[in-house]
């Protein structure tokens, strides 16, 4: 079993929060911030990026273990017999997803926001290839010319032309750099993952997907919206695009807590 990793503040009901990425919390402070005067907020860290892990040895991950580690957190500080709020992003929202697909006794609502499910999307196959491309980017010419053709996937435009020339990387660089983590150990596995949707529609009532304004278009915005409408779960928007929670966080946390009240 590994090492759990997670930060609580705040007081009232528990809210889990799963970051995005690699997992690692950068980025989330003043929305976790701004909820802690009305929740007790739980910041899971599934790599212990944010506890002294970075740039340690990282294999590959599973959406199970992290879904593991995220009831395991939910354990430490949740009652027997109580449930807690869930919020997931992008690769924490489809572990979140899980999660509830696994115990949905011990959560009273999750909100998915922009999880990368494409295996619920009629073209699975050409976004997997789309996927299987940054990764390869990002072994061959290293992690900007990768964040790129991840940018242009999501938008459905091809990859920069010039991102063959780009230098190859060190040895070791996906590992000292969340984002490389991310690419290399996550994105193969997570965007592979289907979602049990027959164990979802039993807890939709206990689910929103959710994705960005500034999303409309794009893959996760098309995945968030097509895996509500398989499992009867709610849809809504939240402020900003895929990374909106930084770009607006007082009023992404304000949507948040709206949200999981109704």
Do not use: N
Not at 179 to 193: C, D, E, N
Not at 196 to 222: C, F, M, N, P, Q
């Amino acid at each position: 079993m590994t090492d759990l990793h997670y930060d609580v503040r705040g007081s009232g009901p528990v809210l889990l929060v799963v970051p995005g990425g690699a997992g690692h919390p950068m980025g989330l402070d003043r929305m976790t911030d701004h909820l802690a005067g009305r929740f007790t907020v739980v910041t899971y860290d599934p790599l212990g990026l944010a506890h002294g892990r970075l740039g340690l040895p990282v294999g590959q991950q599973r959406v199970e273990a992290w879904s593991d580690g995220a009831r395991r957190a939910l354990e430490a500080v949740v009652p027997e017999g109580e449930s807690a709020y869930l919020v997931g992003f992008s690769s924490g929202g489809i572990a979140a997803l899980d999660l509830l697909a696994r115990h949905p006794d011990r959560l009273r609502h999750v909100v998915a926001h922009e999880p990368p499910v494409v295996e619920v999307l009629p073209d699975a196959a050409r976004q997997r290839a789309m996927f299987a491309e940054v990764v390869d980017t990002c072994r061959t010419a290293g992690l900007r010319a990768a964040g790129a053709r991840l940018a242009a996937g999501l938008e459905g435009r091809p990859g920069p032309a010039e991102l063959a020339e780009a230098e190859p990387p060190e040895p070791g660089d996906d590992l000292t750099d969340p984002m490389g983590i991310f690419l290399t150990r996550v994105l193969p596995s997570f965007t592979a993952y289907a979602p049990d949707t027959t164990a979802l529609k039993s807890a939709s009532a206990r689910l929103t997907l959710a994705a960005g304004v500034g999303s409309r278009g794009g893959l996760l915005h098309r995945t968030a919206r097509s895996a509500a409408e398989l499992t009867g779960a709610a849809f809504t928007e939240f402020p900003g695009g895929h990374v909106g929670v930084a770009e607006h966080p007082e009023e992404f946390a304000e949507r948040l807590a709206d949200t999981l009240s109704s």
